[in-house]
């Protein structure tokens, strides 16, 4: 089966740094998407790796290890507002057409 | 930015109502969008991908006469829930990549389906 594995709750403090993991047994694979959707919302994309490595966006970063199968989302500097869930997603090809496979999510708070 | 617009946001219908819910792209062709479900809590599960101009292909455990898609022209999709009853209560979220498939998806704000 298709699996993507995330720890389901992490807390924090306001200006701290978090990383959230991602762990995938997927049967195709074209890249790890990071998605934020706050209760209720859609979820909005926040980064994307196709190769192995890191790639940053202002206070988020992404890290892909291929080999690992295994990627994680690194929050700097936390602000009130990051409080949100998290999900990592596999694409499981190339092309238009092919799907998005979602992670568990992970909730995370920030605390003052 | 490429918008996905998504209507209604909220139904609130009495138990055997048919629920059609649409998914439009606003500034951008989408030849393919997907339809997922999100239970409280949980993770967005894929039920469909719909196609424009064919057939919806369907993931498994998903009843394809229970949630019909139609997807007729490359910037609009529709979910129908038929003869919906309370355990279809659920968040209903759709998503469409630009025809140049290196963009990311993006989603509609979501479909809030609650059946009484």
């Known amino acids: 089966g298709q699996s993507l594995e995330q720890p389901s709750e992490v807390t924090a403090v306001e200006g701290a740094i978090v990383q959230i993991n991602c762990t995938y047994q997927?049967?195709?694979?074209?890249?790890l998407s990071w998605y934020q959707q706050h209760d209720g919302g859609a979820p909005t994309f926040l980064s994307y790796n196709a190769l192995d490595g890191l790639e940053e966006t202002g206070r988020f970063s992404s890290f892909l290890s291929r080999s690992d199968s295994y990627g994680y989302l690194l929050l700097q500097e936390l602000q009130m507002k990051d409080s949100a869930s998290y999900f990592c997603a596999v694409r499981d090809g190339g092309g238009a057409t092919n799907k998005l496979i979602f992670g568990t999510g992970t909730l995370l708070a920030v605390q003052p | 930015g490429a918008v996905v617009s998504q209507h209604p946001s909220w139904v609130i219908c009495k138990s055997g109502t048919s629920v059609k819910i649409e998914c439009r792209s606003l500034d951008f062709q989408a030849t393919t969008m997907f339809w997922y479900r999100q239970f409280p809590k949980q993770s967005l599960m894929l039920m469909a991908t719909?196609?424009?101009?064919?057939?919806?292909?369907?993931e498994q455990g998903v009843e394809k006469d229970k949630f019909l898609i139609n997807h007729a022209s490359l910037t609009l999709s529709t979910l129908t829930v038929t003869s919906a009853h309370p355990e279809d209560s659920s968040f209903y979220i759709c998503?469409?990549?630009?025809?140049?498939?290196?963009?990311?998806?993006?989603f509609g704000d979501g479909t809030r389906l609650s059946i009484l």
């Open positions: 719909s196609n424009e101009g064919s057939k919806a292909t369907y």
């Open positions: 997927t049967s195709g694979f074209y890249g």
């Open positions: 998503s469409a990549r630009d025809i140049d498939s290196n963009q990311p998806q993006h």
